[in-house]
């Protein structure tokens, strides 16, 4: 479904990675692990089309994104995948529930059932009562299940996280990765995860571990 060919990319004289192969299977859980600054973010960007490797090639079902042009790669983008960053990055002029309507809108959904999905998806994720705040206005936690929420509502093949609990607490980490896992485990997305917390290790399919911009594919 999505693979990477001995992909490599530098910025500047810094190489991020140095020749890395992925592949990802349909309803697969992947987490990608290493020290701070062994490629595991940008390995992530690079499978989610967002950055474009200087050599190898990144190939979404059997398209290299390489090859396509920034409308197409924007469209897989915004149809297929769905992403989570570390500090949730919500759009600061929206409320949480326009912030989570935001896909479905984008991809043609009309507003009362893009506001109905995306409230149902707030209130099981326990943040509905702050659903007509914006993100300034609500703590750390709660903006990073709404972003968790944004990033499953149109239901996307895959979904990427970027340490998704890195700037949160153990314990509301903890919450906000349970629901992550659930939402993705009923929509069938497959999931690939960065992360640097070993315990996460455990949750997934399968294993990267990534050291120096190489990686070494082990089991969990």
């Known amino acids: 479904m999505l693979s990477a060919k001995n992909i490599a990319l530098s910025f500047g004289a810094t190489p991020a990675l140095r020749g890395v192969d992925f592949e990802l299977r349909s309803g697969e859980c992947v987490t990608v692990v290493g020290p ?3 490629g ?4 992530l960007f690079c499978l989610a089309g967002i950055l474009t490797p200087d ?12 090859r396509l042009d920034d409308e197409t790669r924007a469209a897989i983008r915004l149809r297929d995948f769905g992403i989570v960053l570390q500090f949730a990055r919500l759009v600061p002029e929206l409320s949480l529930l326009e912030n989570v309507m935001l896909p479905l809108l984008l991809t043609g959904a009309r507003r009362r059932e893009a506001a109905r999905r995306a409230l149902h998806l707030l209130e099981r994720l326990g943040v ?3 659903a007509d705040r914006r993100p300034a206005q609500v703590s750390g936690g709660q903006a990073q299940r709404a972003a968790i929420a944004r990033a499953v509502v149109h239901e996307p093949t895959v979904v990427f996280a970027d340490e998704p609990t890195g700037a949160l607490d153990r314990q509301t980490g903890d919450v906000a990765l349970r629901m992550l896992f659930e939402l993705v485990e009923e929509s069938g997305s497959s999931l690939v995860m960065v992360t640097h917390d070993e315990r996460l290790a455990t949750r997934a399919t399968r294993v990267i571990r990534l050291a120096d911009g190489r990686a070494d594919p082990t089991e969990p």
């Open 36 to 38: 701070s600054g062994s």
């Open 40 to 43: 595991k973010s940008t390995l």
């Open 55 to 66: 050599r190898g090639e990144v190939t979404w079902q059997g398209k290299p994104l390489s």
């Open 128 to 130: 509905a009562t702050h």
